[in-house]
């Protein structure tokens, strides 16, 4: 154990030491970056007992029920294995509503300024 920990005074501090990692993700619409970032808590947080939880920056699977992958564990490379486990086995779908969003938006603005009859 690193003598980082020693320094929290309560367990309410949550003091942590942030990993940060990145993977490409190969699939057939074009390759997707992922970063993941792991906090290694000096204690564990309240009602957890591991102290390694890792989290990508983006969800999967959007067009069924979007999740953003994770992973808690005894070690850093539990964690993080099994968050680049969900990443492999979840498909990247874009952004939700990204480019639909921009253009619903542009067709309401050219609706909004067409004259009514």
Known sequence: MS???????????QLMQLHHFSIVKQQTGGDVTFAITVKEFA???PGQRLRFYA???KAVNQKTAAFVP?????????ALGDCVRLIRQF????EKGGEERAVAQSSAS????TPSK
């Not at 994770?70 to 539990?78: A, E, N, R, V, Y």
């Open 55 to 57: 989290e990508a920056d």
């Open 91 to 94: 498909p990247y779908e874009g």
């Open 43 to 45: 204690v564990p947080p």
């Open 110 to 113: 050219q609706s909004s300024r």
């Open 70 to 78: 994770c992973g808690w564990g005894q070690s850093l490379f539990s």
């Open 3 to 13: 003598d980082w920990v020693h320094i929290q005074a309560t367990s309410g501090e």
